[in-house]
């Protein structure tokens, strides 16, 4: 492997990191970085000058307005490229180029085209690729996987994933609204369910059918999915997201949020509310000021992150997830096993983790670029599966 310059080649020195993108998603990894002992967060770029002089003063470190040059930086090592989703081919070709490993927000790409080609630069560059589904990092997730490959519970029947957010009523940019540009559900939340399920049931998908919404003609792009998932070996998995912002399902969850934090639980509607009446421009704005990096940090969590209600069954046992670890239901009753305390940015921290690894050891991460187009499939075909009415059969699937 050809290694970025650097620190890369002393194998304890932390790894010089940049962030391409300091909107919400790169506000978090900006957080998960600083405190990770292996990482030195050298440069940022975004077009929005505000989170650029936040990162700048904070870390008295480069801030660009392009990517491009972050990408010419020789204290880059790493980027982690958080732009909008229909750049994300474009952007992850110009840092393998510039020799740089990748961490690459899902979703990969929005086309199976792009995702080889992106397969095809990390390759001819010899740097890592890993393209961050972080929920699959969620310590439950992780031993739920454990346990249903270990047999303990016996042979993997099914799995549920059921998730209801407000995710279509947070503050949006254009292109988030937009189907063709990876805008919606299906290319944001619903990859989350698609790689936790894969990871639990082993990798290989066998075929898809799906039934999609589009409920708001204001917000026009996909907000409520339920689909049908077939293994190559015959298990099945359930997805189902609706992100209208009235039900919530961390109700079910004992009121406690995605990220691990306690929320109110009279907040049904709440996003609709502050969004209604504000123009286009304005909401952009709001995007910027409440999530971007230099706007006010989320408190750390208190417990584990999750994802929904993620329910998985075997032949002597069901699992789900508790606050604080996992619960087993089995023969002798229900019982809760302890997991460790997430990081404090639960999934990036866990991201660069595997980073690290990959390049001090040269093997690739599980969610590299090929485990990563097999999620892309399954978004598309998800897609396709509904515009048709009819099951899609898939063919780039790839095990754990």
């Not at 026009?220 to 919530?248: C, H, K, M, N």
């Amino acid at each position: 492997m050809t290694a970025a310059p650097g620190s890369v080649n002393r194998p304890d020195a932390p790894v010089g990191l940049g962030i391409a993108g300091l909107g919400m998603a790169g506000a978090v990894m900006v957080r998960a970085a600083a405190g990770h002992p292996d990482i030195k967060l050298c440069a940022a770029a975004d077009p929005h000058e505000v989170p650029r002089h936040a990162f700048a003063r904070d870390f008295n470190a480069r801030a660009y307005a392009d990517i491009r040059e972050l990408c010419d930086d020789p204290a880059v090592e790493i980027v982690y490229i958080a732009t909008p989703h229909q750049f994300h081919a474009e952007h992850a070709a110009l840092a393998a180029a510039a020799g740089k490993h990748i961490i690459l927000e899902k979703p990969m790409a929005l086309t199976l085209a792009e995702c080889d080609a992106i397969i095809a630069e990390v390759e001819r560059a010899g740097v890592q690729l890993i393209v961050g589904h972080t929920h699959a990092f969620d310590p439950a997730v992780r031993e739920m996987r454990r346990i249903v490959a270990s047999g303990e519970l016996g042979q993997l029947g099914m799995i549920a994933a059921w998730n209801y957010t407000n995710f279509l009523y947070r503050p949006r940019r254009p292109e988030e609204l937009d189907t063709s540009q990876g805008g919606g559900i299906l290319f944001n939340q619903v990859p989350h369910q698609i790689d936790m399920v894969r990871l639990i049931g082993g990798g290989r998908l066998r075929s898809v059918r799906a039934h999609i919404n589009a409920l708001d003609p204001a917000r026009p792009t996909e907000g409520g999915a339920i689909a049908f998932l077939e293994f190559e070996d015959g298990v099945a998995a359930s997805l189902v997201y609706g992100g209208y912002d009235y039900f919530d399902s961390d109700e079910l969850h004992f009121w406690i949020g995605e990220r691990g934090v306690q929320k109110p639980p009279d907040q049904h509607g709440a996003a609709r509310r502050a969004l209604a009446g504000r123009q286009k421009a304005e909401e952009v704005r709001l995007r910027v000021e409440r999530f971007a990096y230099g706007a006010e940090a989320a408190p750390p969590p208190a417990h584990q992150p999750h994802f929904g209600l993620l329910v998985v069954t075997c032949a002597r046992g069901e699992m789900r997830a508790s606050v604080d670890g996992l619960f087993v239901y089995d023969a002798s009753g229900k019982h809760e096993i302890a997991l460790p305390k997430s990081a404090s940015m639960p999934g990036r921290s866990e991201v660069l983790d595997d980073m690290i690894a990959a390049i001090r050891t040269g093997r690739p991460p599980l969610q590299d670029g090929r485990w990563a187009k097999a999620n892309v499939e399954a978004t598309l075909a998800l897609l396709q599966s509904a515009r048709e009415r009819r099951e899609i059969a898939l063919k780039h699937q790839v095990g754990v």
